[in-house]
T-cell receptor, first 114, second 116 residues
Framework: ELKVEQNPLFLSMQEGKNYTIYCNYS?????LYWYRQDPGKSLESLFV?????AVKQEGRLMASLDTKARLSTLHITAAVHDLSATYFC??????????????FGQGTRLTINP | NAGVMQNPRHLVRRRGQEARLRCSPM?????VYWYRQLPEEGLKFMVY????????ESGMPKERFSAEFPKEGPSILRIQQVVRGDSAAYFC??????????????FGNGTRLTVT
């Protein structure tokens, strides 16, 4: 059974600092997604990572994927308050070909303080 | 181009009542997924449907829950005889073709079900 674990689950940081969120998964998969969720809102897609070594950047966020280690990271550079949200990674279940049956991590609740 | 539309946004039901949650996928999308999010947890897959077909319902509880996606109209997630443990946010997502490699699922705003 595919399991996805994130850490930390809670992260409080100051504006201007850098930090990394980690996402480990238990079985082989070649599709990993990062989503952002604001309180009471839906999920916003941030990144789709499709291959080993993939790195994508958008603004102050950068995501990478190491399929051999079954690890993805979401790096936050010089954090600003607007990035406060819950971040989820999700991995495509490899047993289900052709359908996006995602398994989500528990989420990392990020709070950025002025 | 409207996104995935879910209604109602909030639904309150007493124990034993029925809850009906509706989802209209994005225009041009023929694949619908339902996920459930319990408080402080990640989303969990429930069911995957195409028009008039349930493709994978492995995440659905065996009793009281059902889903459909008719030829015309929205997808419906139906929960009969609701219990307090059904209180959660229910998200619908849609995609174009199955497993579209580069395309993430597009999620609706969710229906927050509260069972009193």
């Amino acid at each position: 059974e595919l399991k996805v674990e994130q850490n930390p689950l809670f992260l409080s940081m100051q504006e201007g600092k850098n930090y990394t969120i980690y996402c480990n998964y238990s079985t082989t998969s070649d599709r990993l997604y990062w989503y952002r969720q604001d309180p009471g809102k839906s999920l916003e897609s941030l990144f789709v990572l499709l291959s080993n070594g993939a790195v994508k950047q958008e603004g102050r966020l950068m995501a990478s994927l190491d399929t051999k280690a079954r690890l993805s990271t979401l790096h936050i550079t010089a954090a600003v308050h607007d990035l406060s949200a819950t971040y989820f990674c999700a991995v495509d279940n490899p047993q289900r070909q052709g359908a996006q049956k995602l398994v989500f991590g528990q989420g990392t609740r990020l709070t950025i303080n002025p | 181009n409207a996104g995935v539309m879910q209604n109602p946004r909030h639904l309150v039901r007493r124990r034993g009542q029925e809850a009906r949650l509706r989802c209209s996928p994005m225009k041009g999308h023929s694949h619908v997924y339902w996920y459930r999010q319990l408080p402080e947890e990640g989303l969990k897959f429930m069911v995957y449907l195409q028009k008039e077909n349930i493709i994978d319902e492995s995440g659905m509880p065996k009793e009281r829950f059902s889903a459909e996606f008719p030829k015309e109209g929205p997808s419906i997630l139906r929960i009969q005889q609701v219990v307090r443990g059904d209180s959660a946010a229910y998200f619908c997502a849609s995609s174009t073709i199955a497993g579209s490699y580069n395309s993430p699922l597009h999620f609706g705003n969710g229906t927050r079900l509260t069972v009193t």
